[in-house]
């Protein structure tokens, strides 16, 4: 394996580093996180750059770059102390591409590449999460005079506010075996949305959605009746390969910052980096974030060449979530009071949290992953 960068990559590295360093965009983040605001300037910036078409599928028009670019993107935005959480939505086209009809793909497609929320996704409710079945899903459709009627309640979803649609996850009320997805549009009758209140993640919205009769067509079905979990499940291994690189990215920032006040930062007549203890928190650091990388290195690499396995996936999402929580906690002790009182990386320790829970916890990521290994040595 060969993990040097290419020159095509360290350009681009370079361009979203040296842009967002121009703007030093940190006064406006911690303006946002305060108003639980999208940030509209950064989300010009990246397209500007060419960030949102970069990692869409060549035969829809994007440019088709990989897992290690993706790795090395979010890298980059990390290190710049961005909300690189948001920066996720594209990962829903190749889903769209498989199993959308012309008309689903002809509609949402576009709004990838201008880094539009094209949809929200809603697959757990107050009595479904990690579980996603028809023993737990209480949304439902039910036919009636030609049309098609949803009726449920949808929990934790991501991004619904600036989304006009939900692809929601619903049983058949006359076979509720039958678990499949609809587009289900947000903003019409029937239907309330209200933002959740959020430890983190402040610049992204977090909802309850209910339906009430939602009324929808026989062509707003996404997939086939009754594959609704199968649908979208390929996307859910590089979705936790992605999480976990959202995990690296925001703990590389804390760890940079906390270095760089250890070496500023005076007591008892010397920069705190010279203090042993100080030092003791700033190898933690640096153990976590380089064993990390390596193991996204090569995880992305396998996921490039059709090589990734699925217990791979949920060992990064479960090793980088861990460890990155680790790391800005260090980061945090280092950094004392004035990383409580109004850094980002007291803004990265609260939006890092999540990484343990989203996705499926760690505990389910253990589970699959301990599932995938024991099979092999039967």
Request: proline share 3%; hydrophobic share 35%.
């Amino acid at each position: 394996m060969d993990f040097r960068i290419t020159e095509e990559q360290e350009l681009m590295v370079q361009a979203i580093e040296e842009a967002l360093t121009r703007e030093n965009l940190e006064s406006y983040f911690q303006e946002c996180d305060r108003n639980h605001e999208h940030p509209h300037k950064f989300w010009d910036i990246l397209k500007e750059l060419g960030c949102f078409s970069m990692f869409l599928p060549e035969e829809a028009g994007g440019d088709g770059e990989g897992a290690i670019t993706m790795l090395l993107v979010m890298e980059a935005l990390g290190r710049c102390g961005t909300p690189v959480y948001l920066f996720w939505d594209h990962v829903k086209a190749d889903a769209l591409l498989e199993n959308g009809t012309k008309e689903q793909i002809e509609k949402f497609m576009p709004l990838f590449f201008e880094g539009h929320p094209a949809y929200a996704q809603g697959f757990s409710e107050p009595t479904a999460g990690t579980d996603l079945s028809s023993g737990t899903i209480l949304t439902t459709y039910t036919r009636r005079n030609g049309k098609v009627y949803i009726n449920g309640h949808k929990h934790f979803i991501s991004g619904a506010q600036g989304s006009d649609y939900c692809l929601t996850l619903a049983k058949n009320s006359e076979n509720p075996e039958q678990l499949t997805l609809w587009f289900v549009p947000t903003n019409g009758p029937g239907c309330k949305k209200e933002p959740m209140e959020t430890m983190g993640l402040h610049m992204e919205n977090v909802n309850d959605i209910w339906f009430d009769d939602v009324e929808i067509e026989e062509k707003d079905m996404f997939s086939t009746e009754g594959n609704g979990l199968l649908a979208t499940s390929k996307g859910f291994d590089y979705e936790r390969l992605i999480d976990a690189f959202n995990a690296y990215a925001q703990a590389l920032c804390a760890y940079e910052d906390a270095c760089r006040y250890a070496n500023q930062r005076i007591a008892f007549g010397k920069e705190i980096g010279r203090l042993q203890l100080i030092q003791n928190h700033i190898m933690e650091m640096a153990m976590r974030i380089e064993a990390m990388r390596d193991m996204l290195l090569r995880y992305a690499w396998n996921k490039d060449n059709g090589l990734l396995r699925r217990e791979e996936a949920s060992i990064a999402k479960q090793f980088c979530s861990e460890s990155a929580n680790i790391v800005v906690d260090h980061a945090m002790q280092v950094m004392a009071g004035i990383g409580f009182c109004g850094s980002r990386v007291s803004r990265i320790y609260r939006d890092l949290r999540i990484t343990r829970i989203s996705g499926g916890t760690g505990e389910i990521q253990t589970v699959i992953a301990s599932k995938q290994i024991l099979k092999r040595y039967r």
